[in-house]
């Protein structure tokens, strides 16, 4: 949405315990009938807190171009 978010609101809504949560920008990405508002943040995560993180497969930031990606997850991270 085009309404942006406080830190506390995007840390509440991550569930995860986040420090030096930063914004690094936002797009729009345009489909044929819709357009999407992304805000991007960057965060660390809260030391020793890695057993919060969901789980699923993780990957250096170095190897996401190898991976089949939509294009608004390509801008997403450009932006990180």
């Known amino acids: ?3 942006k978010l ?4 995007v840390r509440e809504r991550s569930g ?3 420090s030096q949560l930063r ?3 936002s797009f729009t990405h345009v ?7 992304v805000h991007v943040f960057e965060a ?9 993180l969901p789980r699923g497969q993780w990957h250096a930031g170095s190897k996401l171009d190898q ?3 939509s294009n608004a997850f390509r ?6």
Do not use: C, F
């Open 1 to 3: 949405s085009k309404r």
């Open 6 to 9: 406080a830190p506390s609101q």
């Open 16 to 18: 995860l315990a986040l």
């Open 23 to 25: 914004r690094t920008g």
């Open 31 to 37: 489909l044929s009938h819709r357009e999407i508002h």
């Open 44 to 52: 660390d995560l809260a030391s020793g807190r890695k057993k919060d």
């Open 67 to 69: 991976l089949p990606a």
């Open 75 to 80: 801008r997403v991270m450009e932006l990180a």
